[in-house]
């Protein structure tokens, strides 16, 4: 049924305060596929920027029955991190989730909705980082165009060249198992069964495993493996990844600092993240 456009958009913003330590830290790390040492090592710790996309998260809201959302028909569809300082490898930080607008694309197509949280460290007036994200409301379309018009297009990936650089990085099967510790506990990456109720063979990594996933392969060939250089990554999911695929990063220079991207899996011949961003220092 269609959702309540104008209740939403006044809905309180999701405060969230949270604390991370150095083994937090590390655990995300390693949940993405990271054995570098300055990633996993105490002494000198860098937390990896994508690290942004969990901290405050505040939870899967749209199962609230306050919303009124046909939560089992959300989809995660698109998600950005912009970093304005290097994320500290431990603190406390505070963030406030808001819905910044929903957009209608039909009774049978669904709707669209974008949701914010800016993130803070206690103490500080300066941010650290911004997350966006977009979630495809699959039984929630018809309420009327109410919002300011339509959703941006998706970044568009060069279809006349080649792409400049081309990584493969690796998942190991057990990569859910830990991924899903930093926060993300939906029984879809773990419980078989679950899985196969959702029309999948096995459970799949989370899609904001392969973000991090991909955002490795981003910093270890466009930023020279200098995770500080990346300042924001936006994409498209498109696809599921399976644990223990190998993940291709296909990635074409735009000019100063920009990038565009896109990841596969070649031995199904699919493309899992797509209309990819990269902008870097």
């Known amino acids: 049924m269609p959702l309540d456009y104008h209740r939403l958009m006044a809905m309180p913003t999701l405060d969230v305060r949270h604390e991370i330590s150095e083994r937090d830290t590390i655990l995300y790390a390693l949940g993405i596929g990271a054995r570098e040492l300055g990633y996993v090592y105490e002494d000198g710790l ?21 919303y009124g ?28 989730t808001k819905i910044d607008e929903i957009f209608d694309k039909g009774a049978d197509k669904g709707a669209i909705m974008e949701v914010s949280r800016v993130i803070y460290e206690d103490g500080s007036p300066e941010p650290v980082a911004t997350v966006r994200s977009r979630s495809f409301l699959r039984g929630d379309g018809g309420f009327g165009n109410m919002g300011q018009g339509r959703p941006p297009a998706p970044h568009a990936i060069p279809d006349d060249r080649a792409p400049d650089i081309s990584v493969r990085l690796p998942t190991h099967e057990d990569q859910a198992l830990i991924y899903r510790l930093s926060g993300d506990y939906n029984p879809l990456h773990i419980d ?13 990594l989370h899609g904001l495993c392969t973000y991090g996933v991909v955002g490795r392969a981003l910093v270890q060939s466009v930023c020279e493996g200098r995770a500080a250089r990346l300042k924001r990554m ?48």
């Open 69 to 96: 959302l046909t939560w089992q028909k959300v989809l995660h569809a698109e998600q950005s991190v912009e970093i304005h300082r290097p994320f500290p490898s431990s603190g406390a930080f505070h963030a406030s």
């Open 234 to 281: 936006d994409v498209r999911f498109s696809s599921p990844v399976y644990p223990g695929e190998a993940v291709t990063t296909e990635v074409w220079h735009e000019g100063e600092g920009r990038a565009a991207f896109r990841a596969r899996i070649e031995s199904r011949d699919v493309t899992v993240i797509n209309n990819g961003l990269l902008e870097y220092q």
């Open 192 to 204: 078989p069964e679950v899985a196969r109720s959702a029309g999948f063979d096995r459970p799949i």
């Open 46 to 66: 860098e937390a990896f920027p994508t690290i942004a996309a969990v901290v405050t998260y505040p939870g899967f809201f749209a199962k609230d029955p306050k």
